[in-house]
C-alpha cells in the first residue's frame, strides 16, 4: 500500500517525483484517498505526516528531467494507473 512522506529535503526521499497537469506525460496515475486503509498499488496514495508512517518517501522536484517518476493526479480512482514502464513499478507500496 502506497503511504506517502513528503519531505523537503532530496536527499531523504526515496523517490523523486514530478508533478505534470497533463495526464499523457506521466508515468504514473495517482488518486489521493482518504483513508489509510484505502491505500493499494502503486497508484493509490494516503499522504502521512510522519515519515515512520509512509511506505515510501518522497520529494517534489521542480522540473520533469529531475524525476524518477512524472506523475499526475487524477480524481478516481479507477483511472490510476501505470501508463508507461518505469523501475519503480511495484515499488512504491
Given at each position: ?21 497533463k495526464e499523457y ?17 502503486d497508484a493509490l ?29 487524477v480524481d478516481q ?17
Open positions: 500500500m502506497a503511504k506517502v512522506y513528503v519531505t523537503d529535503r532530496d536527499y531523504q526521499a526515496d523517490v523523486k517525483l514530478f508533478l505534470s497537469d506525460k506521466a508515468d504514473l496515475l495517482f488518486c489521493e484517498v482518504d483513508r489509510d486503509h484505502k491505500a493499494k498499488g496514495w494516503y499522504f502521512v505526516d510522519r515519515d515512520y508512517q509512509a511506505s515510501v518517501k518522497v520529494y517534489w522536484v521542480q522540473h520533469d528531467y529531475q524525476a524518477d517518476i512524472v506523475v499526475c493526479s480512482e479507477y483511472k490510476a494507473k501505470w501508463q508507461k514502464s518505469n523501475t519503480w513499478v511495484s515499488r512504491l507500496d
